[in-house]
């Protein structure tokens, strides 16, 4: 049986007319050669998909990287969001995950490139996201990946229900990566799309961020918080009031601001269309609030030094999997005996309906942040005489039915709206590009396919690499 190309294709229906919409053009058949053949392909060079190569490599595995940017790194590097949360339960009395992140955090830390801030709810570091950028290209390379930067994965070759292949373009051309087990760490599950596997959008798509770098912050501190004037005067430069917050860069005096809040019209930036205008949107936003500050605070020296090179975006497709993690899950710390993450971060739902973002912790607080306004504390559910501190992502939430060798790892995992707005966070995340890793070589080393490894046997080595099992 030959392998088929599996690609799922959709129209640009912006740009079309309802008749054109039904066109389709038959392209010239085309040889497409061979470029390599690996053990594990990961698809997307995030943070989670470099994790998931690092992982697969440290193994013995042949890795190949597949990243359609310039560098490495994803939201942290790419997007400029320069956070991760803490290593320690709600409470701050365990610590819940370790590996490569810890790991990075302490090359980072050997360039003076990294600030703490110990047992803080919001976030526990703040980095320099160009020298991450450095140091993740460099643990590529010295754990012998195979790197494709500024490579597109356009379509899925597959074989029965295996896939076989992944079609790949950038500037030598067009070529096939043929590997024995996939990782779909695109972060839109770009793959398992491409391979018609069951995907959805949530009803309540969280709005994604433009963040920006800029100087003198502290003209805009000393006299106001920004969350003040996007509530007293952000209407006029049409500035939606969502929610406020940055942070510095380590060894400079630059600040990180993440305060813009772009819809897309109902879809969401897995589509052409939407994430043309939410980059767009973004950036419009950030003049906005560069002329919102030299309106209304006469003499700062705010000046604005870097745009990101793709805006942060918190959700787009999820991929169905074996199990779909829900908020009662997170909410109620359920443990699971495939776990390979553990989080506490907070969950931080981000309303379509209002301004500001609802905190929900796991003791059963609840806080209402809005820009400007004095915090509202409350309660999602009534006290108890004791509290779960951390929540867990099992392994099966990873593993979509319909191809075997293929594993996701990222925001895109099988969660519902409640669930993802607390595991969607780096921190976590990074995780899943580690299990995914592991997985993915005890599959090729056992001669099976990803999805069936033994889960003693991964939660195993795991723990061997660094993680912290629970």
């Not at 959709?10 to 690996?38: C, D, H, Q, Y």
């Not at 939407?274 to 950036?283: I, K, N, P, Q, S």
């Not at 936003?285 to 805006?311: E, F, W």
Request: hydrophobic share 40%; glycine share 10%.
């Amino acid at each position: 049986m030959k392998p088929r190309i599996a690609t799922a294709a959709k129209p640009w229906a912006s740009s079309l007319t309802g008749g054109e919409r039904n066109m389709t053009i038959w392209e010239e058949r085309r040889e497409t050669p061979v470029v390599g053949k690996f053990d594990v392909c990961v698809i997307g060079g995030s943070c989670t998909g470099v994790f998931a190569a690092v992982r697969a490599a440290r193994l013995g595995m042949k890795v190949v990287l597949v990243e359609r940017m310039g560098c490495f790194g994803g939201v942290a590097t790419l997007s400029l969001v320069n956070v991760w949360h803490s290593k320690y339960d709600e409470v701050f009395d365990r610590q819940i995950f370790a590996g490569l992140t810890l790991e990075v955090i302490e090359r980072l830390r050997l360039r003076d490139a990294v600030r703490d801030r110990e047992k803080n709810p919001h976030w526990e570091w703040s980095f320099n996201p160009q020298e991450l950028q450095i140091e993740l290209d460099a643990l590529v390379s010295e754990s012998g990946i195979h790197p494709c930067l500024h490579t597109t994965f356009v379509a899925a070759l597959r074989d029965g229900p295996r896939m076989t292949g992944a079609i790949i373009e950038n500037k030598s051309g067009r070529g096939v990566i043929l590997a024995r087990q996939f990782i779909d760490a695109s972060g839109d599950g770009d793959i398992a799309d491409r391979l018609g596997l069951p995907t959805y959008v949530s009803s309540h798509t969280l709005p994604s961020t433009t963040c920006a770098i800029f100087s003198g912050w502290e003209s805009v501190e000393s006299h106001h918080r920004i969350g003040q004037l996007l509530r007293e005067h952000g209407s006029e430069f049409g500035l939606p009031q969502g929610v406020a917050w940055g942070a510095h860069i380590p060894g400079s005096q630059n600040f990180m601001l993440a305060a813009t809040r772009i819809y897309t019209d109902g879809t969401n930036c897995a589509d052409a269309d939407a994430l043309t205008r939410a980059e767009m949107e973004g950036r419009r936003q950030i003049r906005g609030l560069m002329d919102l500050v030299k309106k209304h605070i006469p003499g700062s020296n705010l000046v604005l030094q870097t745009l990101p090179a793709r805006l942060g975006i918190r959700e787009t497709r999820h991929v169905k999997c074996r199990h779909q993690l829900s908020g009662d899950d997170v909410l109620y710390g359920r443990k699971f005996d495939d776990a390979i993450a553990n989080g506490s971060y907070r969950v931080d739902i981000h309303h379509l309906d209002k301004p500001g973002v609802t905190f929900r912790y796991l003791d059963g607080r609840q806080e209402y942040w809005r820009p400007g306004h004095p915090l509202e504390i409350s309660r999602w559910r009534e006290e108890t005489p004791t509290n779960p501190t951390f929540y867990q992502i099992p392994f099966r939430s990873m593993t979509p039915e319909g191809c075997p060798n293929l594993l996701v790892a990222g925001r895109m995992i099988d969660a519902d709206p409640v669930a993802h707005a607390g595991i969607r966070v780096m921190v976590n995340m990074n995780q899943t590009g580690e299990a995914a890793g592991v997985a993915a070589a005890l599959a090729v080393k056992d001669g099976i396919d990803a999805a069936t490894v033994s889960v003693k046997h991964l939660r195993e080595e795991l723990e061997k690499g660094g993680s912290i099992v629970l």
